[in-house]
């Protein structure tokens, strides 16, 4: 299996929810949350679809590249996981240097919190990124489900229903 950003991503909000998503239940499609953080990637940049291209490989989607300057654009709707966006943006950079593609630059982009922030791919960050690719397959391909979190941190997650429908 692929490693995707989507993966990496849950890995760093939460291991119940990697290991669901990566064995067939996805929950997203449910999510007035994840709808509307595709909307503002649709809607945010007007232009950008005409100067810059997505790109898909190994696994991840980058929502845009910039291949003169070699920056890649990730978008998220809030910065409320910034440290899991952080580390997505990350594990593109490392993908994307796996893959030739060298001395790129990430830009994680809030657009409703007119703020953007730059994301760089250390050594030390390298050496992380391989150790979590190792813990996540680990998640993935045990064959028990990993406990679900508290519910107040679970709040606005589309897997919420699914972890905690019946409890009170």
């Known amino acids: 299996m692929q490693i995707t950003g ?5 890995y ?5 929810k990697l290991w669901l998503f990566a064995n067939g239940i996805q929950m997203e499609h449910t999510s007035d949350a994840v709808y509307e953080g595709k909307l503002i990637h649709e809607t945010s940049y007007d232009r950008r679809s005409d ?8 696994g991840i989607k980058i929502d845009y590249f910039e291949p003169r300057s070699r920056i890649i654009h990730e978008i998220k709707k809030s910065d409320k996981r910034s440290e899991a966006h952080r580390w997505q943006l990350k ?3 490392y ?4 893959n ?3 001395e790129c630059t990430g830009l994680l982009e809030y657009p409703r919190l007119h703020k953007t922030e730059e994301v760089l791919l250390t050594i030390p960050d390298r050496d992380t990124i391989r150790e979590m690719i190792t813990e996540i397959k680990t998640i993935i391909n045990n064959e028990v489900c990993p406990p679900k979190l508290p519910k107040s941190k679970c709040k606005n997650c589309s897997y919420f229903d699914f972890c905690h ?3 009170e």
């Open 100 to 102: 030739g593609v060298e």
């Open 51 to 58: 100067k810059y291209r997505e790109i898909e490989m190994d």
């Open 165 to 167: 429908s019946g409890e």
């Open 91 to 93: 594990y593109y950079l």
């Open 12 to 16: 760093l909000i939460c291991h119940r």
């Open 95 to 98: 993908v994307l240097e796996q």
């Open 6 to 10: 989507t993966h990496f991503n849950y």
